[in-house]
């Protein structure tokens, strides 16, 4: 069984910064996924931001998160982070954690078969 769950979202001004976190536990499963994160705007498709290996820490990034976005691990933890710099109101989204196999996690792309997510963080960028 593996738990994934997310803190961190809010209300942040544009142009101002949010770090997500992420806990993924509960399986030795976790040593060969990635944990990603993706985010769902209203009416729209989720979309994948950024994902780092579990097994080498490479980091992989989604066309949202260039610019402004860096992801990274805590392995004594168990977690995971998003920092996101220079908000911008696009994006505004439910973000979610997820853990999932490695070749999803180098497209940052949904692993519709194996895959372990968490409830989502609401991220508002407003002023």
């Known amino acids: 069984q593996v738990d994934v769950v997310e803190s961190g979202g809010g209300l942040v001004q544009p142009g101002g910064s949010l770090r997500l976190s992420c806990v993924a536990s509960?399986?030795?499963?976790?040593?060969?996924?990635?944990v990603a994160w993706f985010r769902q705007a209203p009416q729209k498709e989720r979309e994948g931001v950024a994902c780092?290996?579990?097994?080498?820490?490479?980091?992989y990034y989604g066309d949202s998160a260039k610019g402004g976005f860096a992801i990274s691990r805590d392995k004594a933890k168990n977690t995971v982070y998003l920092q996101m710099n220079n908000l911008k109101a696009e994006d505004t989204a439910v973000y979610y954690c997820?853990?999932?196999?490695?070749?999803?996690?180098?497209?940052?792309?949904?692993?519709?078969?194996?895959?372990?997510w968490g409830r989502g963080v609401q991220v508002t960028v407003a002023s």
């Open positions: 997820a853990a999932i196999r490695e070749e999803f996690c180098k497209a940052v792309a949904v692993d519709e078969f194996l895959s372990y």
């Open positions: 509960g399986s030795s499963l976790l040593d060969f996924l990635g």
């Open positions: 780092i290996n579990n097994s080498d820490d490479n980091e």
